[in-house]
């Protein structure tokens, strides 16, 4: 059963009104003696009145502080401490009232903050980390260019530009995804046709396909929708890319595109090289690459990235994949 919340401005004044009952009732009762008694007695309930009086002032205010301005105060510390980067630091929840909300919004916040400076430092770590290795390598085979046979150059220049590739589109998903994560105000204001989206991104990477011999089988009911057109091709992008780069050679992909009244379905499904049930748990984290066999291909950014923009468009993005046997990527979007 939820709790009923019980306003500060409630408590206030259910504690004020209980002491002016209190007040009214000594009054009265004090009253009865100080007319009907002797002037000794009547002056005896006078101070003795006076006092209690000062008694429930006094109880009164203790109890204002401890309701009200304690716990301000101490939110008023917590916010120092966070001002000066210490986000551990958390506020007591007491009660049900608006200042309990307002701590609990302080504590999640504190978090959020504390989540933020440590993906931060690892953010750092990790580009500064993947960096180094393809600025090695680029720099090993132009050196190596100068005393080389004209064979010798071409497949110097094949990894360096393989390199030169991997850290621009490693750049690309860094600027998207702070962008991504710096609002959440999303446009989709674009007309465009997801299918056609769909068939370019396929187009324009048929030679890569095309090396491999795989067999892409496309399923895609041309529509017209209205949203984000930039980031919903970075969907299409990024899963039907990992599916030519994870599938074997010789093997299938097939990809699905159906429209409903309400919603956009996709799914790709490869026969390829699969992800265990361990790694499906980490799959959508920031730099996750998985399995060996994974690791050069991705820089653990594309997965995280794809289902960010999913997410920020109001879908819902699924997968299932047996090792060695294939994976299907399923995204359900709203119209």
Same mark, same amino acid.
């Given at each position: 059963?939820?709790?009923?919340?019980?306003?500060?401005?409630?408590?206030?004044?259910?504690?004020?009104?209980?002491?002016?009952?209190?007040?009214?009732?000594?009054?009265?009762?004090?009253?009865?003696?100080?007319?009907?008694?002797?002037?000794?007695?009547?002056?005896?309930?006078?101070?003795?009145?006076?006092?209690?009086?000062?008694?429930?002032?006094?109880?009164?205010?203790?109890?204002?502080?401890?309701?009200?301005?304690?716990?301000?105060?101490?939110?008023?510390?917590?916010?120092?401490?966070?001002?000066?980067?210490?986000?551990?630091?958390?506020?007591?929840?007491?009660?049900?009232?608006?200042?309990?909300?307002?701590?609990?919004?302080?504590?999640? !916040?504190?978090?959020? @903050?504390?989540?933020?400076? #440590?993906? /931060? *430092? =690892?953010?750092?770590?990790?580009? &500064?980390?993947?960096? +180094?290795?393809?600025?090695?390598?680029?720099?090993?085979?132009?050196?190596?260019?100068?005393?080389?046979?004209?064979?010798?150059?071409?497949?110097?220049?094949?990894?360096?530009?393989?390199?030169?590739?991997?850290?621009?589109?490693?750049?690309?998903?860094?600027? !998207?995804?702070?962008? @991504?994560?710096?609002?959440? #105000?999303? /446009? *989709? =204001?674009?007309?465009?046709?997801? &299918?056609?989206?769909? +068939?370019?991104?396929?187009?324009?990477?048929?030679?890569?396909?095309?090396?491999?011999?795989?067999?892409?089988?496309?399923?895609?009911?041309?529509?017209?929708?209205?949203?984000?057109?930039?980031?919903?091709?970075?969907?299409?992008?990024?899963?039907?890319?990992?599916?030519?780069?994870?599938?074997?050679?010789?093997?299938?992909?097939?990809?699905?595109?159906?429209?409903?009244?309400?919603?956009?379905?996709?799914?790709?499904?490869?026969?390829?090289?699969?992800?265990?049930?361990?790694?499906?748990?980490?799959?959508?984290?920031?730099?996750?690459?998985?399995?060996?066999?994974?690791?050069?291909?991705?820089?653990?950014?594309?997965?995280?990235?794809?289902?960010?923009?999913?997410?920020?468009?109001?879908?819902?993005?699924?997968?299932?994949?047996?090792?060695?046997?294939?994976?299907?990527?399923?995204?359900?979007?709203?119209?």
């Amino acid at each position: 059963m939820k709790k009923r919340k019980i306003s500060i401005t409630a408590k206030i004044l259910i504690t004020a009104g209980s002491i002016l009952i209190g007040i009214l009732f000594l009054f009265n009762f004090l009253g009865f003696f100080v007319f009907t008694g002797t002037e000794g007695q009547s002056n005896i309930y006078l101070i003795i009145g006076t006092l209690s009086i000062a008694v429930l002032i006094a109880v009164f205010i203790i109890v204002i502080y401890f309701i009200v301005i304690k716990r301000i105060l101490e939110l008023n510390q917590a916010v120092q401490k966070v001002a000066q980067g210490d986000y551990t630091v958390t506020v007591s929840s007491r009660g049900n009232d608006e200042l309990s909300t307002l701590a609990d919004n302080f504590n999640k !916040m504190a978090k959020e @903050l504390q989540l933020n400076a #440590m993906l /931060s *430092k =690892d953010f750092v770590s990790y580009v &500064s980390h993947e960096l +180094k290795t393809p600025l090695s390598v680029i720099r090993t085979h132009a050196e190596a260019l100068y005393d080389s046979t004209d064979e010798e150059r071409r497949a110097y220049t094949d990894v360096i530009i393989g390199e030169t590739d991997w850290l621009t589109g490693l750049s690309k998903n860094i600027i !998207m995804l702070c962008r @991504l994560d710096s609002t959440n #105000m999303i /446009s *989709k =204001d674009d007309e465009f046709s997801p &299918s056609e989206q769909i +068939k370019s991104f396929v187009l324009s990477t048929q030679m890569q396909w095309d090396a491999k011999k795989l067999n892409v089988e496309l399923d895609v009911e041309d529509c017209e929708i209205k949203g984000n057109a930039g980031l919903t091709y970075l969907i299409w992008q990024n899963l039907i890319g990992n599916a030519f780069k994870f599938t074997n050679e010789g093997g299938n992909v097939n990809i699905s595109l159906h429209k409903s009244q309400n919603e956009l379905s996709f799914s790709v499904i490869d026969d390829g090289i699969g992800i265990s049930e361990g790694d499906k748990e980490k799959l959508f984290s920031l730099f996750f690459t998985g399995n060996k066999s994974r690791n050069r291909e991705g820089s653990g950014i594309g997965l995280y990235l794809t289902k960010n923009i999913v997410q920020k468009l109001g879908g819902k993005i699924s997968v299932t994949s047996e090792i060695n046997k294939g994976s299907c990527f399923t995204v359900i979007l709203p119209l």
